[in-house]
């Protein structure tokens, strides 16, 4: 996906929800420490241009790549155009930060969820 300054956090989600349907991606205000989660407060709730989030943000592109872990691929999006985000993996009716799993790759975060999915439908 290809992102701008225009490009908004919503439409960034979109995409990388199609690519994990049981996966999102949350916006904060600040950076967290690897392993760790975001403060709620911190949370980005309202739609917005990812400029807004990073007025010195570059254009790119931002591939899915379901090898890549969790970690990497939070660390890329705050060292490439400044954005602060967390992987959140469902759970039944509630989203989980992925903190403790950062390790998994998107791959295994979304397949875990998924079986949890068909597991609790039954």
Not at 54 to 64: A, Q, S, T, Y
Not at 71 to 94: M, N
């Amino acid at each position: 996906m290809k992102i701008d300054k225009n490009t908004t956090n919503t439409a960034l989600n979109e995409s990388f929800i199609g690519a994990f349907p049981y996966l999102k991606l949350g916006f904060y205000k600040k950076s967290h420490d690897h392993f760790h989660g975001s403060k709620k407060k911190d949370e980005i709730t309202e739609k917005v241009s990812l400029g807004s989030l990073n007025p010195d943000m570059v254009e790119g592109i931002v591939e899915w790549k379901g090898e890549m872990s969790v970690d990497a691929l939070e660390t890329y999006l705050e060292e490439v155009f400044g954005l602060h985000v967390q992987v959140f993996r469902k759970s039944g009716d509630i989203w989980l930060q992925t903190s403790v799993t950062d390790h998994w790759t998107l791959n295994e975060q979304n397949s875990h969820a998924a079986d949890n999915e068909q597991y609790a439908s039954k």
